[in-house]
C-alpha cells in the first residue's frame, strides 16, 4: 500500500529556532501533499496545501512566514516552522495523494515541542 | 460550506461486542466521497473505509462496514466483533469536489476487555 514517511517523529527545542519537518511519499508520486496541525483531543485542522512545483495555498489564519512550506518534487514536502515559540507546540501532521479521486494516506506525525 | 458531525465524544464497549459510530454531513453536492479514519494512541491516522457517494451499495472492509444513507445524509460505521487494538479516536471525513477533506471532531472508541 501507499506509505508516508514523516521525520522527525518527536522533536524539541528551545524558542527562536527554526525547525524542519519531512514529509516523503515512498511509493507514489505525490503531486499533491497537505499539513495538518492537532491539537490534543481534537481533530485536524488543515494549515495548506501544496502541489508539485507551485507555491502552497494557506488556509485562512495561518501565516505563511511562520510556515513554510516546499514541495520541490513529487516525492517531498518539507515544513519549516520558523521562528518557533511555545504556542507553536503542537501534533503536525502530513498527507499525500496522487490523483485527486484517491484517498489521502497520512504520515506518522511530528511531535513538536518547543522550550 | 459542507459540516460534518460526529455526536458521539466518547463511546465505549465490551471485547467482542458490536458498536457503531455516528456521523452526519451536510452538502449540496452530488457525487462525493466519505471516509471512515482511526487513531490509535500512536496517532497515525489509518484509512479504515471509504464510501462513493454514487454507490448505492454500502461498503466493507472486514469487520468494518458502512450504513450509508445518502438522502439522510448520514455515514454510520459498524465495527463486528471489536477487539481491542480498535481502541483509537475515529474521525468521518468528507472529500467533495474540492477534494479537500472535510473532518468531523472525532468520537474516541474504548474497547474493554
Known amino acids: 500500500g501507499a506509505v508516508v514517511s514523516q521525520h522527525p517523529s518527536w522533536v524539541i527545542c528551545k524558542s527562536g529556532t527554526s525547525v524542519k519537518i519531512e514529509c516523503r511519499s515512498l511509493?507514489?508520486?505525490?503531486?499533491?501533499m497537505f499539513w495538518y496541525r492537532q491539537f490534543p483531543k481534537q481533530s485536524l485542522m488543515l494549515m495548506a496545501t501544496s502541489n508539485e512545483g507551485s507555491k502552497a495555498t494557506y488556509e485562512q489564519g495561518v501565516e505563511k512566514d511562520k510556515f513554510l512550506i516546499n514541495h520541490a518534487s513529487l516525492t517531498l514536502s518539507t515544513l519549516t516552522v520558523t521562528s518557533a515559540h511555545p504556542e507553536d507546540s503542537s501534533f503536525y501532521i502530513c498527507?499525500?495523494?496522487?490523483?485527486?479521486?484517491?484517498?489521502?494516506?497520512f504520515g506518522d506525525g511530528t511531535r513538536l515541542s518547543i522550550l | 460550506a459542507q459540516t460534518v458531525t460526529q455526536s458521539q465524544p466518547e463511546m465505549s464497549v465490551q471485547e467482542a461486542e458490536t458498536v457503531t459510530l455516528s456521523c452526519t454531513y451536510d452538502t449540496s453536492e452530488n457525487n462525493y466521497y466519505l471516509f471512515w479514519y482511526k487513531q490509535p494512541p500512536s496517532r497515525q491516522m489509518i484509512l479504515v473505509i471509504r464510501q462513493e457517494a454514487y454507490k448505492q451499495q454500502n461498503a466493507t472492509e472486514n469487520r468494518f462496514s458502512v450504513n450509508f444513507q445518502k438522502a439522510a445524509k448520514s455515514f454510520s460505521l459498524k465495527i463486528s466483533d471489536s477487539q481491542l487494538g480498535d481502541t483509537a479516536m475515529y474521525f468521518c471525513?468528507?472529500?467533495?469536489?474540492?477534494?479537500?477533506?472535510?473532518w468531523g471532531a472525532g468520537t474516541k472508541l474504548i474497547i474493554k476487555p
Open positions: 511509493d507514489f508520486q505525490a503531486t499533491t
Open positions: 471525513a468528507f472529500k467533495g469536489g474540492n477534494y479537500q477533506l472535510i
Open positions: 498527507s499525500a495523494r496522487d490523483f485527486e479521486n484517491q484517498p489521502q494516506h
